[in-house]
């Protein structure tokens, strides 16, 4: 049982790793640096990773423009793909029509 709990902490441990080093190509790519993870998803030959990036910093900061970035990583953690999905107001709710 021990092996197993060691076996899902290493594994979590390396998604973490993937999704930071992820996160650090998104930036060199886009110039400027993920808010926060989105979402995480494994597929059949690796993974999508979903990040918010600030795209337009405005006053007050509710009005900022944000975009939701969907990076395809391979199961090396090679960036093989990403898009911009969308793009909205810091303070509008999901479905706003943002």
Do not use: H
């Amino acid at each position: 049982m021990a092996s197993r709990t060691n076996g899902g902490s290493n594994r979590s441990a390396k998604t973490l790793d993937m999704v930071k080093e992820t996160a650090i190509q998104l930036a060199a790519l886009i110039g400027r640096r993920p808010e926060k993870v989105l979402g995480l998803e494994q597929g059949d030959n690796g993974w999508k990773v979903s990040f918010e990036v600030l795209e337009l910093g405005r006053i007050p900061r509710s009005t900022d423009v944000l975009g939701c970035y969907v990076v395809e990583v391979d199961d090396d953690g090679d960036l093989v793909g990403y898009e911009r999905s969308s793009r909205y107001q810091r303070g509008r709710a999901d479905g706003d029509g943002g």
